[in-house]
């Protein structure tokens, strides 16, 4: 069966979307790997408790490694492989989409965190790539988590890659969503410049008119769905991390820049990416130009890419229920790493 001829024989296709993809994966896996909880002593109750947490209602808990006291939210299935999640620019735990993340916890437990100096979390944001992504490793470690998926989606994918690249016996599956190489094509679109930055003085975040320019495409129904977004965003209204710092914005700005810059060969470094990973994007994609997403696909030797129509660097926002769909049947896939 061809790929486009299973999407829409399970329901996954969207009218215009474009996959290309090493061979689908859509068996179940075997089993749920075991794997090492935080709550170190905790009852079989306290345990099942958290199946019972969502999104909106997940308690923020602290975790101290190496200096840093990270902020973290474990919610949904208690068995499984964990996936976790990494954040875009300035972002926080409640920048994410409650469908996606709710979507996920249905079938796994699910880690939100945010890294060192972010949003709730103690200490500075680094200017490289590379040390964000050891700050991750030492949360997860000090989290007893010792083997799990992981999905970066903006700056976020700048630091799975990295990741998966310091830490690889760590990670089990990679999701790459909106994001590109080191040394990729850089955003060329004025949108860019005069949205990037731009922050609300009544909350200290990114305004809606960023996310209407830059996550979203100009059509009426990615607006619509912009709209619906930045709703469901804000539902959670208690525990809420507070906005990232100057520092953090200086910082993760400087990183970008410094991750743009070629380090030996061209893309040499994603051909030693061993996970299986999907790579997804929209089609209009001006923050890290869509372009960024077939590089991706072309150098990581087990990759998979899907780009859905009329959406930009929030795509996984705008669908986002097919997004939890096709993670689904990647995540719990047989083949590759598992």
């Given at each position: 069966m061809k790929r486009r001829d299973l999407l829409k024989a399970t329901g996954l296709a969207v009218a215009g979307a474009t996959?290309?993809?090493?061979?689908?994966?859509?068996?179940?896996?075997?089993?749920?790997?075991?794997?090492?909880?935080?709550?170190?002593g905790a009852s079989k109750a306290e345990n099942g408790a958290r199946a019972v947490y969502k999104h909106e209602t997940a308690p923020t808990q602290f975790v101290e490694a190496n200096?840093?006291?990270?902020?973290?939210?474990?919610?949904g299935q208690e068995s499984g492989t964990p996936i976790l999640l990494m954040q875009h620019f300035r972002g926080g735990m409640d920048h994410w989409d409650p469908l996606v993340t709710n979507g996920l916890a249905e079938t796994r437990p699910v880690i939100l965190f945010d890294n060192a100096g972010v949003a709730a979390s103690s200490?500075?944001?680094?200017?490289r790539i590379?040390?964000?992504?050891?700050?991750?490793?030492?949360?997860?470690?000090?989290?007893?988590?010792?083997?799990?998926?992981?999905?970066?989606?903006s700056i976020g994918g700048y630091i799975a890659q990295s990741f998966s690249l310091q830490y690889g016996d760590l990670v089990r599956r990679?999701?790459?969503?909106?994001?590109?190489p080191r040394a990729g094509q850089p955003p060329t679109d004025p949108k860019y410049a005069k949205y990037g930055g731009t922050t609300d003085p009544k909350t200290g975040e990114a305004p809606l008119e960023a996310f209407q320019n830059l996550f979203f495409s100009p059509s009426n129904a990615s607006q619509a769905a912009c709209s619906a977004f930045w709703t469901r965003r804000h539902t959670r209204t208690e525990d809420v991390d507070p906005p990232s710092s100057p520092q953090t914005a200086a910082a993760q700005r400087a990183a970008i820049a410094e991750?743009?810059?070629?380090?030996g060969e061209r893309f040499a470094e994603l051909t030693l990416i061993r996970q299986p990973t999907l790579v997804v994007n929209g089609n209009q994609d001006i923050m890290v130009p869509t372009v960024n997403s077939f590089t991706l696909s072309q150098h990581i030797p087990d990759a998979q890419l899907i780009i859905y129509p009329d959406s930009g660097h929030g795509s996984l926002f705008q669908f986002p229920e097919l997004f939890v769909k096709h993670c689904r049947l990647f995540l719990d896939g047989t083949g590759g790493s598992t």
């Amino acid at each position: 069966m061809k790929r486009r001829d299973l999407l829409k024989a399970t329901g996954l296709a969207v009218a215009g979307a474009t996959t290309i993809v090493a061979p689908l994966i859509a068996q179940p896996i075997a089993g749920p790997s075991q794997v090492g909880h935080p709550e170190i002593g905790a009852s079989k109750a306290e345990n099942g408790a958290r199946a019972v947490y969502k999104h909106e209602t997940a308690p923020t808990q602290f975790v101290e490694a190496n200096g840093i006291r990270f902020a973290y939210r474990r919610f949904g299935q208690e068995s499984g492989t964990p996936i976790l999640l990494m954040q875009h620019f300035r972002g926080g735990m409640d920048h994410w989409d409650p469908l996606v993340t709710n979507g996920l916890a249905e079938t796994r437990p699910v880690i939100l965190f945010d890294n060192a100096g972010v949003a709730a979390s103690s200490g500075e944001t680094p200017v490289r790539i590379d040390a964000m992504a050891q700050h991750a490793a030492d949360f997860v470690r000090a989290l007893g988590v010792q083997r799990f998926d992981l999905l970066g989606f903006s700056i976020g994918g700048y630091i799975a890659q990295s990741f998966s690249l310091q830490y690889g016996d760590l990670v089990r599956r990679l999701i790459l969503v909106g994001t590109g190489p080191r040394a990729g094509q850089p955003p060329t679109d004025p949108k860019y410049a005069k949205y990037g930055g731009t922050t609300d003085p009544k909350t200290g975040e990114a305004p809606l008119e960023a996310f209407q320019n830059l996550f979203f495409s100009p059509s009426n129904a990615s607006q619509a769905a912009c709209s619906a977004f930045w709703t469901r965003r804000h539902t959670r209204t208690e525990d809420v991390d507070p906005p990232s710092s100057p520092q953090t914005a200086a910082a993760q700005r400087a990183a970008i820049a410094e991750w743009r810059q070629q380090r030996g060969e061209r893309f040499a470094e994603l051909t030693l990416i061993r996970q299986p990973t999907l790579v997804v994007n929209g089609n209009q994609d001006i923050m890290v130009p869509t372009v960024n997403s077939f590089t991706l696909s072309q150098h990581i030797p087990d990759a998979q890419l899907i780009i859905y129509p009329d959406s930009g660097h929030g795509s996984l926002f705008q669908f986002p229920e097919l997004f939890v769909k096709h993670c689904r049947l990647f995540l719990d896939g047989t083949g590759g790493s598992t």
